[in-house]
């Protein structure tokens, strides 16, 4: 495609982009009070936050729902339609209801008001009309009044959605903060996946202990210092005094530097070319930070240390490879 080619669709989402960047910008000036008794309301609910809105503002909904959830405000997004059919039993009197609609006329919404007026629910609504059916009804009411839709047409739910979408975002982080929520609370509400091994594995979940540590005391020669590594297959062993305490480490690389100054291996005592000291590292620390310190040394191995600096474990590159902490 030309340059030439390429400008109009340039031009066009350029255009997009600043016009629901001015919707987003439009909202700043607008949080107030009723903003801040908003996020006072959903703090203080004991029960769930409960999300609805019907079409693209569903779909706002449900992310907002979501969002809310993963950040320490339990949050569930319930369909406008099927609560009108049964769903509405999933609510509680200790509830609260968050409604969107651009109109602040959505039927399907609407149409829940008695109901919910008759058992005594809590209502925050977001809607782009102060004098909407919607915002009239609700107990606290947040204006996402927008100029423009970036659809040309200005139809298409697109600069709405967005000042939607970021509406709810600065619900969810001023209640994150409110609620002192922390990196380990965030931890908790993402298990899966890589995000949550960063965040929760811990280097004794991946380290090795047990007969797999390699190990060799003070005095040992290197040969056994080599079979050891030979054997526990981590290019790696600890060195320990008569008391289990760690002297030092010997490595892959050791072996390598042993053999540039030295002529005659079978000679040499594992004391004479051990790394003295080496990195260490906690059972407890976390083991993407424990990644950040191999990668900052340049090493693959740690050794695992206790209170009194006992060797309880190696951890390797290759483990945090699999457990996906890379």
Do not use: W
Not at 141 to 162: D, Q, R, V, W
Not at 228 to 252: A, M, N, P, Q, W
Not at 261 to 283: C, K
């Amino acid at each position: 495609m030309s340059d030439t080619d390429a400008l109009p669709f340039i031009d066009s989402g350029r255009r997009t982009l600043a016009t629901e960047r001015d919707a987003i910008n439009g909202l700043i000036d607008t949080l107030d009070h009723h903003f801040a008794s908003a996020c006072a309301l959903m703090l203080e609910c004991k029960g769930r936050i409960v999300v609805t809105g019907m079409g693209k503002s569903g779909h706002v909904a449900h992310k907002i729902a979501a969002t809310l959830a993963s950040t320490g405000t339990p949050a569930f997004f319930m369909h406008p339609g099927e609560a009108s059919h049964g769903d509405l039993g999933m609510l509680t009197a200790s509830d609260l209801l968050l409604a969107l609609s651009n109109s602040g006329e959505t039927a399907e919404v609407t149409a829940l008001l008695p109901v919910l007026k008759r058992r005594g629910l809590t209502m925050i609504a977001m809607t782009g009309r102060n004098d909407s059916s919607l915002a009239r009804h609700a107990d606290i009411h947040l204006t996402i009044s927008i100029e423009k839709e970036a659809c040309p047409l200005n139809l298409a739910p697109t600069s709405s959605t967005t000042a939607a979408l970021a509406m709810g975002d600065a619900l969810a982080i001023a209640l994150l903060e409110a609620r002192g929520f922390s990196v380990e609370d965030f931890a908790l509400s993402h298990p899966g996946g890589s995000l949550g091994k960063r965040l929760l594995l811990k280097v004794s979940d991946v380290m090795h202990q047990g007969e797999r540590l390699p190990s060799v005391t003070l005095g040992a020669s290197l040969s056994d210092a080599l079979e050891e590594i030979s054997r526990k297959g981590l290019g790696f062993t600890c060195v320990v005094d008569e008391h289990g305490t760690l002297c030092g480490v010997y490595t892959d690389g050791d072996l390598r530097r042993t053999i540039d100054h030295h002529d005659n291996l079978r000679a040499l005592s594992i004391d004479d070319v051990m790394t003295r000291g080496g990195h260490t590292t906690s059972p407890d620390l976390l083991a993407a930070r424990a990644l950040n310190l191999m990668e900052t040394c340049r090493i693959t191995a740690l050794a695992v240390v206790d209170e009194a600096h006992r060797p309880v474990g190696v951890l390797h590159m290759h483990d945090l490879l699999t457990h996906g902490v890379v």
